[in-house]
T-cell receptor, first 113, second 114 residues
């Protein structure tokens, strides 16, 4: 998804619950998608990626789902922990010849104790 | 293995000045890309360098430029600084260029223009 302005969606969940963060991407030609986590004062940290020939990929406590029909990406975090509090960004790359990521606006995830 | 290193971490400059930021990629990585992050525009692609060649450029004015050295280290330069250039500048390193290549970010350089 293209960054579209100031509004940063927020999501609050209880510690231990599962969370789902959604992202709508803009380019139907995008072939590669990444989720990043950014904590305050730090650079984005790679979480998980998925290629367009897949619709699901699992990591440790995280799952990414890709629905190309509606251009939608989601990140599921299982059993959230306080350390999961951060801003989460989806990013897409449609340029086969370059490393050029287009980022979504981000979602701020807050874990409540 | 050391991560992506950006220097300096913080910088304060005056309008009209120029600034040079540095990025050392992960050892063995040949692609370095630069991004600007602001509260209003989010993360936006500036340009990418691979094997000392600029592969792609984002929608930024010519005041923003960069280069890459033979050891893959990269610098970006902003000339004639404007207040709106205040941002967090991030660099990302990848093993190769193109699709399906994980990009790892540094901590960023926080530039403030006064």
């Amino acid at each position: 998804g293209e960054s579209v302005g100031l509004h940063l969606p927020t999501l609050s969940v209880q510690e231990g619950d599962n969370s789902i963060i959604n992202c709508a991407y803009s380019n139907s030609a995008s072939d590669y998608f990444i989720w990043y986590k950014q904590e305050s004062g730090k650079g984005p940290q790679f979480i998980i990626d998925i290629r367009s020939n897949m619709d699901k990929r699992q990591g440790q406590r995280v799952t990414v789902l890709l629905n190309k029909t509606v251009k939608h990406l989601s990140l599921q975090i299982a059993a959230t922990q306080p350390g999961d509090s951060a801003v989460y960004f989806c990013a897409e790359n449609s340029d086969r010849g370059a490393q050029k990521l287009v980022f979504g606006q981000g979602t701020r995830l807050t874990i409540n104790p | 293995k050391a991560g992506v290193t950006q220097t300096p971490r913080y910088l304060i400059k005056t309008r009209g000045q120029q600034v040079t930021l540095s990025c050392s990629p992960i050892s063995g990585h040949r692609s370095v890309s630069w991004y600007q992050q602001t509260p209003g525009q989010g993360l936006q692609f500036l340009f990418e360098y691979f094997s000392e060649t600029q592969r792609n450029k984002g929608n930024f004015p010519g005041r923003f430029s960069g280069r890459q050295f033979s050891n893959s280290r990269s610098e970006m330069n902003v000339s004639t600084l404007e207040l709106g250039d205040s941002a967090l500048y991030l660099c990302a390193s990848s093993l190769y260029t193109g699709l399906n290549t994980e990009a790892f970010f540094g901590q960023g350089t926080r530039l403030t223009v006064v």
